[in-house]
Structure formats: C-alpha cells, structure tokens
C-alpha cells in the first residue's frame, strides 16, 4: 500500500486500470483492521491493483474533495474515475466483490 498525500494523490491514481484509496487515520482502530485487508488485496490482484493509503489528518484537501466524512472510507477508482464507495469496516469478501466488478 503506498502512502500518498495531498501534493501526490492525483500523480497515483491509476489513468488505466483500478485503484483502491483508503482514506483513514492513524489513530482509528477500524483503519488498522483495514490495513492488513487491503495489503492483502494488493497481493492478490497484483499488478491489476494499485492500492492507495491518505491520512485524512494530514491531507484535508483530497478527504474534502471526496466527501469523506468517516473512517475508514474505500473509493474504487476505475481509470482516473471515482467508481464507488464504502464507508466503515467491512469483511474481506465485500472489498473483493466490489473489485470483481472492475478488475
């Protein structure tokens, strides 16, 4: 998972492909749930997944312009696109079904 920010955000996002950003903070208890989750979905979907991580607190600017409101928030990028969105924790399987759509 690569840590990005306000300056690098755009530059990771996928233009071709899928790109899954988790928006979240260090010190939120589901976020660290999460983390090993998506580390293995980065795994998993390989080089047809780039797996993005933004610390709400430290990069305002992009967790506004998303509308991100709770954490952890998961947005589906689908080439540069904001495809969909799932806020609070989830099981594994319920990230895999909403890749299965894109990748």
Avoid at 26 to 45: A, M, Q, R, S
Avoid at 64 to 69: K, S
Wanted: proline fraction near 8%.
């Amino acid at each position: 998972m690569l840590a990005v920010n306000d300056t690098t955000f755009r530059n990771s996002v996928k233009q071709q492909g899928v790109t899954l950003v988790d928006f979240g903070a260090p010190w939120c208890p589901p976020c660290k749930v999460l983390k090993p989750i998506l580390d293995e979905l980065g795994e998993e979907y390989g080089e047809n997944l780039s797996v993005l991580e933004v610390n709400c607190d430290e990069s305002p600017a992009v967790a506004t312009e998303y509308g991100i409101m709770s954490m952890p928030t998961v947005l589906v990028f689908h080439n540069g696109e904001p495809v969909e969105k799932l806020v609070g924790l989830r099981p594994k399987a319920a990230y895999e079904s909403l890749l299965s759509k894109y990748v």
